[in-house]
Each structure stands twice: as C-alpha cells, then as structure tokens.
C-alpha cells in the first residue's frame, strides 16, 4: 500500500475480495467520510505501469452516473 495513500486515508477493515483485488473500508483522514478502497493483487512497479493496466484503464473510462460506482484516484 503506497505511502501516498496511507497519508491520506485510514484503512478501517476489509469488506470483500475480488478475482483482482481485494476491497478495504477507507476513511479520509482530513473530511471523515468513508470510501471503498481497491488494493490490486498484482505489485506494480511504476505509476506508468499501473496506468497501462486493464482494471486501471476501464475505471477510468466509466463516466459518471449516480447508480455506478467510478475511481476518484489511484496511488
Ligand atoms: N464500493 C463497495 N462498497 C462495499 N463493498 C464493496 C464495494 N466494492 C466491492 N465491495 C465488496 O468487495 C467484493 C469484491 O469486489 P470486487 O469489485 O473486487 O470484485 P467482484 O467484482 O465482486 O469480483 P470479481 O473481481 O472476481 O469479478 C464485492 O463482492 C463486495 O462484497
């Protein structure tokens, strides 16, 4: 789990696994709310790699829509 992200969000506990990853409870450590963080089962070694990635690739292509889920960030 990068530094980046646990300077910033709190990890409270796991709620599910997927095939790719596994699904943790996150709180915003400055605003208190709460989001569902994805920690990808494969170890990526750079940002670019992890951008080139298919999970990374189609979450960022769904566009927003109050019934569907979509990624705020990625570390
Ligand atoms: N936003 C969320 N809030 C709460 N729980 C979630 C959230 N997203 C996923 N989960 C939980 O984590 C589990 C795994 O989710 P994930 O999206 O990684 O995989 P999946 O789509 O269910 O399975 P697979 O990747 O194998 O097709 C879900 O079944 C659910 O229980």
């Given at each position: 789990m990068?530094?980046?992200?646990l300077k910033k969000y709190k990890v409270i506990q796991r709620v599910g696994e997927?095939?790719?990853?596994?699904v943790?409870?996150?709180q915003d450590r400055n605003t208190g709310l709460?989001?569902?963080?994805?920690r990808l089962k494969r170890i990526y070694k750079s940002i670019s790699?992890?951008?080139?990635s298919p999970e990374i690739i189609v979450m960022?292509?769904?566009?927003?829509?109050?019934?569907?889920l979509y990624m705020i960030e990625f570390h």
């Open positions: 990068s530094t980046s992200f997927g095939s790719f990853s596994q943790l409870k996150c709460f989001y569902a963080g994805k790699e992890i951008m080139e960022r292509k769904i566009s927003r829509h109050p019934n569907i």
